[in-house]
């Protein structure tokens, strides 16, 4: 199982930037795909998860209205799978490093839980004020 978050960087407060998890070595429409960050010094906080199919979302209060997950719909036959973060009218307070991480359902429950099966590494985002 590979996951790899990208796309981060440094914006402006109010800004808008899209992540990009790329994944493989695993059965696509079996899996949902969490989000979650770690801010300097904190713990992880998941954010938002989709369901394998995307029948399911689920975003935290911090960041419902503001971020958007989506993933392909690709058959599994394809090597590498893509789920997507946009992040909109960003606050000082989400910079973090971001992961995404494999999880066997998208609900309130599995984010509060931190109930992931694989993640790899995470990308930098930076909100500057």
């Known amino acids: 199982v590979q996951l790899q978050a990208s796309g981060g960087g440094l914006v402006q407060s109010g800004k808008s930037l899209t992540l990009s998890c790329e994944a493989s070595?695993?059965?696509?429409?079996?899996?949902?795909i969490a989000w979650f960050r770690q801010a300097p010094g904190k713990g992880r906080e998941a954010i938002s998860c989709?369901?394998?199919?995307?029948?399911?979302?689920?975003?935290?209060?911090?960041v419902k209205g503001r971020f958007t997950v989506s993933r392909d719909n690709a058959k599994d036959t394809v090597y590498q799978h893509s789920v997507y973060l946009q992040m909109n009218s960003l606050k000082p307070e989400d910079t973090a490093v971001y992961y995404c991480?494999?999880?066997?359902?998208?609900?309130?429950?599995?984010?509060?839980?931190?109930?992931?099966?694989?993640w790899g590494q995470g990308t930098l985002v930076t909100v500057s004020s």
């Open positions: 070595g695993f059965t696509w429409d079996r899996y949902g």
């Open positions: 991480a494999t999880t066997y359902a998208c609900s309130r429950g599995v984010l509060t839980a931190l109930d992931f099966g694989s």
């Open positions: 989709i369901g394998p199919s995307s029948d399911s979302t689920y975003y935290v209060d911090s």
